[in-house]
Structure formats: structure tokens, C-alpha cells
């Protein structure tokens, strides 16, 4: 049951997320939405996505305003040199929306705060998106070390007492396919506190473990405000 849950509420938006960004940085259809259930942080990330995807539309309704004003213009003048200006402009913009378009995913990981990875064991090798470097105060494009020292560079950044847990549920979703759900105290590289939720789920081959993906995400001010009404409440 807590696979099928997991599945639901947060493999599934996070595919949806990343498959309407490609979708959109494919085909530029920018009244495409990804839809938003829940208030976690997952669901966030999908509102701050669409809300740069209501942003960007604006930007592109008007430079083909501004193009069409520059077509009636041109029509009036019929210069050569407008139509090569006008056509390289229509050009840029096209271009400037399409590098948009591709950004989205990892902006809306950004302002959610929520960084992928995934350790694939058949390779020990780990792979992370630019928000988890960012989590852990690292260069965005450092290189992974490869193997066990790649556990170890993210489990060294769990507080001691969470240590042992993070190891032990990490573990038992290799060896046995269970996925794990875990809220922890976290010191980044540069030694700054953190709440961080992480969360993984094995992915199967002929009933044999051959990835673990799952999701990092930083929960700090969730934290806080918990925190805040606990001690209103007395």
C-alpha cells in the first residue's frame, strides 16, 4: 500500500512534471498545464511550473503582438531591410521561448526546493539534478564520486542521530525493494542546518532491484512554522 502511495503522490507528478516540460520545450504549446493535487511540496513545485509557464505565454502573446505591429509597418514601407530585421527578431524571440520552455523543470525544482536522484545498482554509479547539489551546498556542476564514496558524500550531510536510519532504509530498498519515506536533520557542506525530507522507491527487472530513484527536498521552513504553532499553542 505505501508503494502504490508513493507511486500516486509523488513518482507519478514528478513524471507528469518532467513529461509536460518536454512536451512543451517540444512543441512550444505554452497553454499546457500540469496538474496540481495535493499541498506538499511536490505540488508546489507543479503551481511555481505553471505559474512560469503563465508568465512565459505573456511574454510570447506580446512579441507577436509587437511582430504583427512590425508587419503592418512593414506593409506600409516594404523595406527589405525591415523584413530581414523583422524575421530575425521572430527568430530570437521563437529561440528565447524554446530555451525557456526547457528551463522550466529545473526552475520549478529550484523555488520547491526539491532535487532527483537516483542510484542505479547494477552500475553503482549515482546521478543528481542541479536542486540536489544545491541542497547539499555543493558546486552544481561537480562530479560525483562513483561507487560507495557517492553514498557517503550525501549520508556524510545527515545529522549523526539520522545516520544509521537513512543507511538502514537505503539499504533494505536495494535488497529488497522497500520503498522509504524519511524526514532528517541535515548539515550541508558549508555547515548549515537544514530539515530535509528524502524519499526513494526501487525500480524492478525481472523481479530484481536495479534502480533506486526517489527525491530530496528541503523542508526547513515547514519545519519552522510547525515548530512556531507548537509553541503558540502553549
Known sequence: ALARWIIRTIVRPLRALEATASQTAHDL??????????DDEISH???????????????????????RQVD?????????????????????ALDRVKRDSESLLRHS???GKIGGWEWDVEKSSMQWT?????????????????????IDLSVACYAPLDRERVLKAFARCIQEGVPFD???????????PLW?????????????????????????????????????AY
Open 109 to 111: 525544482q529550484e523555488l
Open 130 to 150: 542541479p536542486e540536489t547539489f544545491r541542497i547539499h551546498e555543493l558546486p552544481v556542476q561537480a562530479e560525483l564520486p562513483q561507487g560507495q564514496s557517492a
Open 45 to 67: 513545485s507543479i503551481q511555481a511550473f505553471n505559474t512560469l509557464l503563465d508568465a512565459i505565454g505573456d511574454s510570447f502573446r506580446l512579441a507577436d503582438a509587437a511582430g
Open 182 to 192: 524519511l524526514e532528517c536533520r541535515f548539515i550541508t557542506t558549508r555547515q548549515r
Open 29 to 38: 504549446d505554452l497553454t499546457r498545464r500540469c496538474q496540481q493535487t495535493g
Open 196 to 232: 530535509i525530507r528524502t524519499q526513494g522507491q526501487a525500480e524492478l527487472r525481472d523481479g530484481k532491484v536495479v534502480k533506486v530513484v526517489g527525491y530530496i527536498a528541503d523542508i526547513t521552513e515547514r519545519k519552522k512554522m510547525e515548530e512556531e504553532i507548537r509553541n503558540m
Open 72 to 92: 503592418d509597418t512593414a506593409e506600409e514601407v516594404a523595406g527589405a531591410s525591415q523584413q530581414i530585421a523583422r524575421a530575425a527578431e521572430a527568430q530570437a
